[in-house]
């Protein structure tokens, strides 16, 4: 998603906990199953990090807390809904900010901050960590490499 589709979608999130799942997705790079699960001792406000415990594969990590994050969240958590509740509720959000794209989805969010991390500058394997992936080509199929940005390096590099 481009920056101005995340602001309209952001605009119309109607539920705290929805919006809260959103900014979890989009900016510490969750998966919905993870949002879902959740707690509040999970969430270290002073160290800036979240726990993720038991993620997919079994997998314990660590992610980045939201910058700015109010503390005031974490009354929504626990989510008082469930994965299919959350990608419902996506698409609604999808549909009230008119963003006419099909290929959305929850993940979408996820994918999102992936794109956004290397945008930034972040090294590929930093990135592989935070979303939790065992093998680096995994965390490549999230991140599309611009044609031009390539020939800008080599011609900058070379």
């Not at 999130?13 to 510490?28: D, E, N, T, Y």
């Not at 959740?38 to 939201?66: H, M, Q, S, T, Y």
């Not at 090294?123 to 490549?140: M, R, Y």
């Amino acid at each position: 998603m481009n920056e101005e589709e995340v602001i309209n979608l952001m605009k119309v999130v109607k539920k705290p906990h929805h919006r809260l799942a959103f900014i979890l997705g989009l900016s510490s790079g969750l998966r919905v199953s993870e949002i879902v699960k959740l707690k509040k001792e999970d969430f270290d406000i002073n160290g800036k990090r979240i726990f993720i415990r038991d993620a997919k594969g079994g997998k314990d990590r660590v992610v980045p807390l939201p910058k700015g994050f109010p503390e005031k969240y974490l009354k929504q958590v626990p989510l008082q809904c469930g994965v299919r509740a959350l990608q419902i509720a996506f698409k609604s959000a999808l549909k009230r900010a008119k963003i006419e794209k099909s290929n959305l989805h929850f993940h979408s969010l996820r994918h999102t901050f992936a794109v956004r991390a290397m945008e930034r500058g972040i090294p590929l394997n930093q990135i592989q960590v935070l979303l939790g992936h065992s093998n680096i080509q995994t965390t490549s199929i999230y991140l599309r490499i611009n044609p031009q940005d390539a020939l800008s390096t080599y011609e900058e590099l070379w």
